[in-house]
């Protein structure tokens, strides 16, 4: 699913970054040149120069264990620092923007109709669906392997395929859409309305009226044929097997998504992909008991919400907005579609799904190609938003397809010390702060992101374990690389450059984010500089930190001075998990 949140209160200041604190005596190093950045490892102090006319200086504190569990504060003191800390902007409570669009000079409202609320795709309800797969499905993974290699038998394990192999348009069939992963199924009554060269489009028979005709529904089937289906099968691959034998995608058209989004809520469940349906029905003995899921519709499809403009079901939903809400939808649906069924039946070695942070990381990565085909735009091109402006119709794809992965990303930048790439909480942040390390590490890694992103999910390892496969055993050096770029890169220096490592190729995320609006036109302050704490002359500050995360911290030192900024963990100097780079700004 896609979305951000309305945001109660905005971080105000958080912290540090990247560098090696481990223990050490103060190196004798000369000063820094206006824009480096310097990894301090093996020492847990730095001396700094004043030069002629004073210089400022931003710290990046990592904890880069990979226990995102693993706290840690650290307490930074400075002695020969200037008596005020080098000015920042800090982030206000405002309550937050509900909606966050890019908008055209002149003309805000771009996506939205002016009648919609537009609320944001619901990220929770699909952090549940995952974790409820894990849980009820993972003891199945062998079952599931015997039963298609014995499938093509005459023991009766198909009998009850509530999807077959040969349907017709005008055909009645009953799915189960409970989202009770093997239980409890909730069968509703769907008529085959389009078989498209991708697609068996199917709608539910009580959808509410006004809603698509079958020729509409055809279309949203030709669109998934020629825009969603090659996208993602050309970077993630194609699903692991054609349970069903019809060689399509099932897309049901259903009230039931529509119901699952209470009225006036803020967020939206525009539909899904459930991997109960790529496990058998019925148990047997030749495979164990509890083998089946007696709720499976077994077979690859979607579950997607229908056009409602009466507003019958739940608010109301116009064609305009279900066929937007479709596109995004299933191109992030069909990347769990894939990673879920090859884990399953190609990479037979794997005992598992993916973990949830990465594989909605991979799933957000979806969104954000289809923004660069549909804005015939390339990643590493460094986007501003005159980039974006210079056409309509690069706006509107980043308003249809790349609006939410940088609004998650906001979160993260707001509340970037208890937050991280890794956390297991599935968060807004931490889905914000997946997405763009992933681009990060993508654009790093020098190959072609297919190549990339084809590894990540034809793996039959997890987490991070998987990312040091494609990445390489420097992942943990990658990631402090890339919070420092979190802050360091596009920063605004005058005759100077930051090392490529620091930088973030393909997104000028101070440009973009400068024209973001709130759901009522208004302009919402950008999130730079990323919050920090200022640490003056013999005045400790200490932040903490979580596994992953990262924190930031200023200072100035005077002309012809020179200082000293100490890190200690306690008494002590901090574990070689926790990392301190120096970056001169000014």
Same mark, same amino acid.
């Given at each position: 699913?896609?979305?951000?949140?309305?945001?109660?209160?905005?971080?105000?200041?958080?912290?540090?970054?990247?560098?090696?604190?481990?223990?050490?005596?103060?190196?004798?190093?000369?000063?820094?040149?206006?824009?480096?950045?310097?990894?301090?490892?093996?020492?847990?102090?730095?001396?700094?120069?004043?030069?002629?006319?004073?210089?400022?200086?931003?710290?990046?504190?990592?904890?880069?264990?990979?226990?995102?569990?693993?706290?840690?504060?650290?307490?930074?003191?400075?002695?020969?620092?200037?008596?005020?800390?080098? #000015? =920042?902007?800090?982030?206000? &409570? @405002?309550?937050?923007? +509900?909606?966050?669009?890019?908008?055209?000079?002149?003309? $805000? %409202?771009?996506?939205?109709?002016?009648?919609?609320?537009?609320?944001?795709?619901?990220?929770?309800?699909?952090?549940?669906?995952?974790?409820?797969?894990?849980?009820?499905?993972?003891?199945?993974?062998? #079952? =599931?392997?015997?039963?298609? &290699? @014995?499938?093509?038998? +005459?023991?009766?394990?198909?009998?009850?395929?509530?999807? $077959? %192999?040969?349907?017709?348009?005008?055909?009645?069939?009953?799915?189960?859409?409970?989202?009770?992963?093997?239980?409890?199924?909730?069968?509703?009554?769907?008529?085959?309305?389009?078989?498209?060269?991708? #697609?068996?489009?199917?709608?539910?028979?009580?959808?509410?009226?006004?809603?698509?005709?079958?020729?509409?529904?055809?279309?949203?089937?030709?669109?998934?044929?020629?825009?969603?289906?090659?996208?993602?099968?050309?970077?993630?691959?194609?699903?692991?097997?054609?349970?069903?034998?019809?060689?399509?995608?099932?897309?049901?058209?259903?009230?039931?998504?529509?119901?699952?989004?209470?009225?006036?809520?803020?967020?939206?469940?525009?539909?899904?992909?459930?991997?109960?349906?790529?496990?058998?029905?019925?148990?047997?003995?030749?495979?164990?008991?509890?083998?089946?899921?007696?709720?499976?519709?077994?077979?690859?499809?979607?579950?997607?919400?229908?056009?409602?403009?009466?507003?019958?079901?739940?608010?109301?939903?116009?064609?305009?907005?279900?066929?937007?809400?479709?596109?995004?939808?299933?191109?992030?649906?069909?990347?769990?579609?894939?990673?879920?069924?090859?884990?399953?039946?190609?990479?037979?070695?794997?005992?598992?799904?993916?973990?949830?942070?990465?594989?909605?990381?991979?799933?957000?990565?979806?969104?954000?190609?289809?923004?660069?085909?549909?804005?015939?735009?390339?990643?590493?091109?460094?986007?501003?938003?005159?980039?974006?402006?210079?056409?309509?119709?690069?706006?509107?794809?980043?308003?249809?397809?790349?609006?939410?992965?940088?609004?998650?990303?906001?979160?993260?930048?707001?509340?970037?010390?208890?937050?991280?790439?890794?956390?297991?909480?599935?968060?807004?942040?931490?889905?914000?702060?997946?997405?763009?390390?992933?681009?990060?590490?993508?654009?790093?890694?020098?190959?072609?992101?297919?190549?990339?992103?084809?590894?990540?999910?034809?793996?039959?390892?997890?987490?991070?374990?998987?990312?040091?496969?494609?990445?390489?055993?420097?992942?943990?050096?990658?990631?402090?690389?890339?919070?420092?770029?979190?802050?360091?890169?596009?920063?605004?220096?005058?005759?100077?450059?930051?090392?490529?490592?620091?930088?973030?190729?393909?997104?000028?995320?101070?440009?973009?984010?400068?024209?973001?609006?709130?759901?009522?036109?208004?302009?919402?302050?950008?999130?730079?500089?990323?919050?920090?704490?200022?640490?003056?002359?013999?005045?400790?500050?200490?932040?903490?930190?979580?596994?992953?995360?990262?924190?930031?911290?200023?200072?100035?030192?005077?002309?012809?001075?020179?200082?000293?900024?100490?890190?200690?963990?306690?008494?002590?100097?901090?574990?070689?998990?926790?990392?301190?780079?120096?970056?001169?700004?000014?």
């Amino acid at each position: 699913m896609l979305a951000s949140r309305p945001r109660g209160v905005l971080f105000v200041a958080v912290i540090a970054l990247v560098a090696a604190c481990k223990s050490g005596s103060e190196p004798s190093t000369p000063g820094l040149d206006l824009g480096e950045i310097k990894p301090n490892t093996n020492v847990n102090s730095q001396t700094f120069e004043g030069g002629s006319a004073g210089e400022d200086f931003v710290l990046t504190a990592s904890n880069v264990s990979t226990s995102f569990a693993t706290t840690l504060s650290v307490t930074f003191t400075g002695h020969g620092l200037n008596a005020t800390a080098p #000015a =920042a902007k800090s982030l206000i &409570a @405002s309550g937050g923007p +509900s909606l966050m669009r890019v908008a055209s000079e002149g003309a $805000p %409202s771009l996506m939205r109709l002016a009648s919609e609320s537009a609320p944001e795709p619901s990220d929770a309800f699909e952090e549940r669906l995952r974790r409820s797969e894990n849980a009820a499905l993972t003891s199945k993974f062998g #079952a =599931a392997r015997k039963w298609l &290699a @014995s499938r093509s038998s +005459s023991n009766g394990l198909l009998s009850r395929d509530a999807i $077959p %192999s040969s349907v017709t348009v005008g055909q009645k069939l009953s799915l189960n859409v409970s989202l009770d992963p093997c239980a409890n199924a909730d069968q509703r009554r769907g008529r085959v309305v389009a078989i498209t060269q991708k #697609a068996i489009v199917i709608a539910d028979t009580a959808n509410p009226i006004g809603g698509y005709t079958d020729a509409e529904y055809a279309a949203v089937g030709a669109t998934f044929d020629t825009l969603v289906a090659p996208l993602d099968e050309a970077n993630f691959g194609t699903p692991g097997h054609d349970l069903d034998g019809n060689g399509h995608i099932v897309m049901f058209f259903t009230r039931a998504v529509n119901e699952m989004t209470a009225r006036g809520s803020t967020s939206v469940v525009g539909g899904f992909f459930f991997a109960r349906d790529l496990f058998p029905v019925v148990d047997d003995p030749n495979l164990g008991a509890g083998s089946g899921c007696p709720s499976s519709n077994v077979g690859e499809m979607f579950y997607l919400m229908v056009p409602d403009p009466n507003g019958l079901v739940s608010d109301a939903r116009s064609k305009d907005y279900v066929s937007l809400q479709t596109i995004a939808t299933t191109g992030h649906e069909y990347q769990h579609l894939i990673n879920a069924s090859r884990r399953l039946y190609v990479n037979t070695q794997a005992t598992s799904f993916e973990t949830v942070w990465l594989n909605e990381g991979l799933s957000h990565v979806a969104e954000e190609l289809l923004f660069y085909h549909v804005a015939q735009l390339q990643p590493k091109q460094n986007i501003t938003i005159n980039a974006l402006r210079s056409t309509q119709t690069g706006i509107s794809a980043f308003n249809n397809y790349q609006l939410f992965n940088f609004g998650r990303y906001r979160t993260f930048l707001e509340a970037t010390t208890n937050h991280s790439p890794y956390a297991p909480n599935d968060d807004l942040e931490t889905r914000g702060a997946t997405w763009s390390l992933l681009r990060y590490l993508a654009d790093r890694r020098g190959t072609a992101d297919t190549d990339t992103w084809g590894k990540l999910v034809n793996s039959i390892k997890t987490g991070l374990a998987n990312m040091t496969d494609v990445f390489g055993s420097t992942l943990s050096d990658q990631i402090r690389d890339w919070q420092v770029s979190v802050n360091a890169d596009d920063y605004p220096l005058t005759g100077a450059t930051v090392s490529a490592n620091f930088t973030q190729p393909s997104w000028n995320f101070r440009s973009v984010f400068s024209a973001f609006v709130n759901g009522s036109g208004q302009p919402v302050p950008p999130p730079f500089p990323v919050p920090s704490l200022g640490l003056v002359d013999a005045s400790p500050v200490t932040l903490t930190l979580n596994g992953g995360s990262v924190g930031y911290v200023r200072f100035s030192v005077p002309a012809g001075a020179s200082a000293t900024v100490t890190w200690t963990s306690g008494s002590s100097a901090p574990p070689s998990t926790f990392v301190v780079t120096s970056f001169r700004t000014r």
